[in-house]
C-alpha cells in the first residue's frame, strides 16, 4: 500500500510507539483537517549513548484509495515529536494510516506500526441532510436496506448530547454504558464515532437507540433529548450509502419509529429508573414487529448553528470487566450490602431474572452508616442519589446493568420487593468501572530495608510500604475525577469541574496520565464560559448565570479561576505543544485584563478577589478562609502574570511578554509587604496557626522574598513545623506547595515526616480509617465547612503528594518543556523515608526510568546505587548525592569506573557532558542512554 521507493529500514533502532492524533490514539473520527501528529520514541536496555533523533520520515495514506496523501520525505530535525499535518488536503468522511520511522547519527529504524485516524462530519452539510430527532421519547429505532453486499466500510457518527446506546442488528456498539460527557452545550456540541462494519448486512437491517438525559437535560440546556445521525457506507466498489436520521420513508436512508422507553428515569446523580414491563425483546432487530405504542419518530428544530459541532475530542469512557464483592452482609430489614473492597466510578450488574411483580433497588454509597446501612445522601437530609431501581417483568433477561448514571461508590445496598425467594448471595451482583480509556504515564514505587508482614497495620508500616499505598488511593482517585469531558471534583455529590481543584492536580494528573486531550477539553469549556468582562466561573460548565463581576465589581476567586492560564501553561510545559497556548491566548489576555481592570481599585494594586481561600485546611472555617484568601488569590495571580510572560513570547507578543514582566516585578514587593506578618516573621495572613500554605506561596515565587531575610523566614517556618511535630496544616490551596517548597529548600526530612504521619491531620489518618481513595477532608468527618459528611472521593489534598514524589523523591523534574531536558535529583534521607525508589515516566520524548537504592558503607555513613535511563534526544541532570559520606572521601562510580574521587573528575564515560560539584553532591550533564552511579568511600 505505501509508496514505493521509501525507504525500508531493517536496522538496529527501535521503531517509534504511541502514535498519536490530536493527541489520541487511533481517533474513531477528528474535526480538524490539520492534525497534530506525534510518536514517542523509548529505546529501553543500554542502547548507544547520546543517541539524538537527526530526522524521521513520516507517511499517511488514504485508506480507501491506497494513495499516500503526505510523504515528509528524510525531514532533518534533532527535537520533533509532534507535527501538524501539511499534506494533500484530507478529506471529511474519509480514514487514513501513517507511520513514521526516524535517524539517528549512525542507525535508521524500523517503521513503527501503523496508527490511523479519520475525519467527520465538519460542516453541516457533511452530515448529509441528517435531520434532528427531538421527542421525549427516548427509545428509536430505525430499518434500513443495503443495496449491495461487498461493505468495505461502515461508520456511525451520532450526536445525541446527553447520553446514548446503540445497537445494530442486535449487536451492541461501542460502550455499552453510553457517553455522557457534560459540556457548554450552549457553546459546543461532540459526536461519537463508531465502526459498525461487522454488525451489518446485506438486504434488512435495523438499530435501536436509548437516549439518556445526561447533562444536557440535567442542567437544562434543553427540554427533550435530541438526536442526529449518519451511517456512511462504503462498498468496494467506492460507492457510498447514507443512513441518517430523517421524517422520510426512504428505506434506504432508514425509517425511524419512536415510543416511550423502558428506561423511565435517568439521572446522573439520582439514578436510573427501569420498567422491564416496557421491554420489548427483539426491538433492535429487522426482524422485528412494532407494536402498537410504536409512531414515526419525530423531528425537531436543527442544532442552533452557534453551537460548534464537533469530533469527541477526548478519549471516551469504558467499561471495565466485572468486579466481585469482597463481602456481603445481610441486615435486620433484610437488605444486602456488598461491598466491593475500594471506591470506584461505575455503575452495577444484577446477574438473575426479575420475576413479574418484583423490584429491586440498589444504593450506592463510598460509606456506611453507624447501622451498616450505605450512606448515600449528599449533602445530609436530602433526597438519598445514586439509586437504580429495576422492575422485573416474565420475559426480563440478564443480566441487568447499570447505564446512563455513574456512580461513586464502594457499597451497594440491595433492597427487594415482592420476591419472597430472594436469597442474597456474593455472585447475583457485580460492579464495573467506568472511566475514561486513559494510559498511566507515571509509575514510581519505594522499597523498605528488612522484611515486614504484608497484613500488617498501616501505624506499623515502614514508610516505603506505607507510600506505596498511599499511592495507591492517590491513582485512583486521579481515575475516578477524569471522566468525561471534565477532571470534576467528586465523582458523587456534584461530578463538577471545579477550577481550583483542577489546578490543584492538574500537574499531577499530567504526569500520571495521559491526560492532555482531557485537559485540552477542560480549557475549551472554560473558553465557552467566559463573560464579556473575561472573568470565568469558578466551576465549569456554568448553566447558572455567567459570573458576572457581581455585587461590588468583584471577580470569581482566582485562586479557582487561574486554573485558567496555569493549566493552559502547565499543558505546554509538561508536553511541548504550542498550540494550545495559541488557541487559548486570546481568552487568557481578555482574563488577565479583567483582573488588571479590577486592581486599580483593589487594596495595594494586588488583585485579592477570594471566596474560599486556603478550602478544608485544618482549623475553623470562618478564620481560614478570610485570613488566607487574599493572600492566596494575589499569589496565584502572580503565578499566572509568570505564566503569561512565556506564553506572550510563544505567540511572538514580544510586547505583551514585556509587560507582563514588568507587571510580576513591580507587584511582588507589593505583595511582600502586605502579607509579610513582621511580628511572626511569616506569611501568615495573621492567622498564626495556618502558616504552612502561605509562607510556601512566598517562597514559590521568586524575588519575592528579600534576600536579607530569607534565613529568618525559613527559621520561623521551620520552627512552626516542628512545632505542630511535623504535621500539616494545609488545605487545598497549599497542597501543591508545601510539601515541594521544604524539600526544594534542604527541608526534605520535615517533608517526609509531613507525609508519613499515621495519626490525625495526616494523610495516614485516612489509611488508618480504612480510606480507598483521597478525602474530601482531613477528618472526615462533618466541620464548620461540611454540614454534611465529606465525600470520599475528592483528589485535591492528595494530588500534590504524589507530584512531590515524582519531582523530590525520585527527583524527576522538567527543565525545558516535554522533558527534553530535567533533572534527577533523588532526595534521599539516610535514616527516614523509603531504602529505595523505583520510578518511570513516559515523557513526550521517551520513557524516563530512574531507581535508587541507599546502601550502609560504614556506621552512620551511608552511600546510594542511582540508575537513570534518559529518552533519545533529551538531556538529564542528574545530581548524585553525597548523603552522609564525607566530601574529601567521595568516590563515584559509573557502571563500574571509578569517575569521581578526591574531589575531582578521575574519568569522563561516555555520555557525559559535564561534571561539576555541587553543594550535597556531584552534577553529571548527560545525554541518552543508561547509567549507573553508585557512592563509595575512599
Request: aromatic content about 12%; charged content about 15%.
Amino acid at each position: 500500500l505505501w509508496l514505493a521507493g521509501c525507504v525500508l529500514a531493517t536496522h538496529g533502532l527501535q521503531a517509534p510507539t504511541y502514535l498519536q492524533a490530536e493527541r489520541i490514539s487511533n481517533p474513531s473520527a477528528i474535526s480538524t483537517l490539520y492534525p497534530r501528529l506525534s510518536w514517542r520514541i523509548d529505546l529501553l536496555g543500554n542502547f548507544t549513548r547520546n543517541t539524538s533523533q537527526e530526522a524521521y520520515q513520516l507517511q499517511v495514506l488514504d485508506a480507501t484509495s491506497g494513495k499516500v496523501a503526505w510523504d515528509t520525505g528524510k525531514e532533518a530535525t534533532t527535537g520533533v515529536r509532534c507535527v501538524v499535518y501539511a499534506g494533500q488536503p484530507l478529506r471529511v468522511l474519509s480514514h487514513y494510516i501513517w507511520r513514521v520511522m526516524w535517524w539517528s547519527q549512525t542507525e535508521i529504524s524500523d517503521w513503527s506500526s501503523n496508527a490511523t485516524f479519520s475525519i467527520g462530519p465538519i460542516e453541516a452539510a457533511d452530515w448529509q441532510n441528517a435531520s434532528v430527532i427531538a421527542s421525549n421519547s427516548t427509545q428509536l429505532r430505525a430499518t434500513f436496506e443495503l443495496k449491495q453486499h461487498s461493505v468495505l466500510r461502515a461508520t456511525a457518527y451520532i450526536l445525541a448530547p446527553g447520553c446514548h446506546v446503540l445497537q445494530v442488528n442486535g449487536q451492541g456498539m461501542g460502550d455499552t454504558f453510553g457517553q455522557c460527557p457534560w459540556l457548554e452545550y450552549e457553546h459546543r456540541m461532540m459526536y461519537q464515532t463508531m465502526d459498525v462494519t461487522t454488525a451489518i448486512m446485506a438486504g434488512d437491517n435495523a438499530l435501536g437507540i436509548l437516549l439518556g438525559n445526561g447533562f444536557y437535560l440535567y442542567a437544562h440546556y434543553a427540554e427533550q433529548p435530541l438526536l442526529k445521525l449518519l451511517i456512511v457506507v462504503m462498498y468496494s466498489d467506492g460507492s457510498l450509502q447514507y443512513i441518517t436520521t430523517n421524517d422520510g420513508q426512504d428505506s434506504r436512508r432508514g425509517i425511524w419509529q419512536q415510543r416511550s422507553s423502558y428506561i423511565i428515569a435517568t439521572d446522573v446523580f439520582k439514578g436510573t429508573t427501569v420498567d422491564f414491563r416496557k421491554y420489548e425483546a427483539g426491538w433492535t432487530l429487522p426482524s422485528f414487529v412494532p407494536s402498537s405504542v410504536w409512531a414515526p419518530a419525530t423531528s425537531g428544530p436543527p442544532v442552533n448553528e452557534s453551537i460548534f459541532i464537533e469530533a469527541m475530542r477526548m478519549q471516551t469512557s469504558t467499561q471495565s470487566p466485572m468486579i466481585s464483592a469482597v463481602n456481603v452482609t445481610v441486615l435486620p430489614s433484610e437488605d444486602a450490602v456488598f461491598d466491593f473492597g475500594a471506591n470506584i466510578v461505575g455503575s452495577t450488574a444484577f446477574h438473575l431474572a426479575i420475576p413479574a411483580g418484583a423490584s429491586i433497588s440498589l444504593a450506592h454509597g463510598e460509606f456506611l452508616n453507624p447501622n451498616g446501612s450505605v450512606n448515600n445522601t449528599f449533602p445530609a437530609g436530602e433526597p438519598p442519589t445514586q439509586i437504580d431501581t429495576y422492575f422485573g417483568a416474565a420475559l426480563a433477561s440478564y443480566p441487568i446493568q447499570g447505564i446512563f448514571a455513574w456512580h461513586g461508590f464502594r457499597y451497594v445496598q440491595l433492597h427487594v420487593s415482592n420476591w419472597s425467594s430472594f436469597q442474597p448471595s456474593q455472585d447475583v451482583l457485580s460492579a464495573f468501572k467506568v472511566n475514561a480509556n486513559l494510559t498511566q504515564t507515571a509509575h514510581i514505587e519505594h522499597r523498605d530495608s528488612g522484611s515486614f508482614e504484608h497484613t500488617i497495620a498501616v501505624a506499623d508500616m515502614p514508610d516505603g510500604a506505607f507510600l506505596n499505598l498511599f499511592n495507591d488511593i492517590v491513582v485512583r482517585t486521579h481515575l475516578n475525577n477524569l471522566a468525561g469531558a471534565l477532571p470534576t471534583d467528586c465523582p458523587t455529590r456534584e461530578k463538577h469541574g471545579w477550577l481550583g481543584d483542577a489546578q490543584d492536580v492538574g500537574e499531577s494528573a499530567m504526569m500520571t496520565y495521559d491526560s492532555v486531550a482531557i485537559f485540552e477539553a477542560f480549557l475549551r469549556t472554560i473558553k465557552d464560559n467566559q463573560n464579556d468582562q473575561g472573568d470565568v466561573p469558578a466551576a465549569v460548565p456554568s448553566k447558572h448565570p455567567k459570573p458576572a463581576l457581581g455585587e461590588s465589581g468583584r471577580a470569581s476567586d482566582v485562586t479557582w479561576s487561574a486554573a485558567f492560564p496555569l493549566i493552559t501553561h502547565w499543558l505546554y510545559w509538561y508536553h511541548n505543544d504550542v498550540s494550545i497556548v495559541k488557541e487559548m491566548y486570546p481568552a487568557l489576555v481578555a482574563y488577565m485584563a479583567n483582573l488588571d481592570r479590577l486592581r486599580v481599585d483593589a487594596k495595594d494594586g494586588l488583585v485579592d478577589y477570594y471566596t474560599w481561600g486556603d478550602w478544608c485546611a485544618v482549623g475553623p472555617t470562618v478564620d481560614v478562609t478570610p485570613t488566607t484568601g487574599p493572600a492566596l488569590a494575589a499569589f496565584n495571580w502572580l503565578l499566572s502574570v509568570d505564566a503569561m510572560v512565556e506564553m506572550s513570547t510563544l505567540v511572538g507578543n514580544t510586547t505583551g511578554a514585556a509587560y507582563y514582566a514588568k507587571l510580576g516585578q513591580t507587584m511582588r514587593p507589593l505583595y511582600h509587604k502586605r502579607f509579610f506578618n513582621t511580628t511572626a516573621g511569616l506569611y501568615n495572613g495573621g492567622f498564626a496557626f495556618n502558616t504552612q500554605t502561605l509562607t510556601s506561596g512566598a517562597l514559590r515565587l521568586n524575588n519575592t522574598i528579600p534576600e536579607e531575610m530569607k534565613e529568618q523566614v525559613w527559621t520561623n517556618y521551620e520552627k512552626t513545623l516542628t512545632d505542630f511535630d511535623g504535621y500539616l496544616t494545609f488545605g487545598s490551596g497549599g497542597a501543591n506547595h508545601v510539601l515541594a517548597q521544604l524539600s526544594s529548600h534542604h527541608h526534605h526530612a520535615i517533608a517526609m515526616s509531613i507525609m508519613t504521619k499515621r495519626d490525625y491531620p495526616s494523610f495516614g489518618h485516612w489509611l488508618q480509617l480504612g480510606a480507598t481513595s483521597c478525602w474530601e477532608n482531613w477528618s472526615g468527618q462533618a466541620d464548620d465547612t461540611h454540614v454534611r459528611l465529606p465525600t470520599h472521593g475528592h483528589i485535591f489534598l492528595c494530588a500534590g503528594a504524589l507530584l512531590h514524589q515524582y519531582q523530590h523523591v525520585a527527583g524527576v523534574r522538567p527543565l525545558a518543556p516535554g522533558f527534553q531536558k530535567f533533572a534527577v535529583k533523588p532526595l534521599v534521607l539516610s535514616l527516614q523515608g523509603p531504602s529505595g525508589t523505583s520510578f518511570a515516566f513516559h515523557s513526550v520524548f521517551g520513557q524516563i526510568d530512574v531507581s535508587w537504592d541507599r546502601k550502609i558503607i560504614q556506621q552512620n555513613m551511608t552511600g546510594i546505587s542511582l540508575k537513570v535511563s534518559v529518552p533519545v534526544g533529551t538531556t538529564a541532570f542528574v545530581t548524585v548525592p553525597k548523603l552522609s559520606l564525607p566530601v574529601s572521601r567521595l568516590q563515584i562510580f559509573e557502571s563500574g569506573t571509578l569517575v569521581w574521587a578526591r574531589e575531582k573528575v578521575v574519568a569522563t564515560p561516555a555520555g557525559v557532558m559535564q561534571v561539576k560539584a555541587v553543594t550535597d553532591g556531584v552534577l553529571y550533564e548527560v545525554g541518552s542512554g543508561l547509567y549507573l552511579f553508585e557512592t563509595n568511600l575512599a
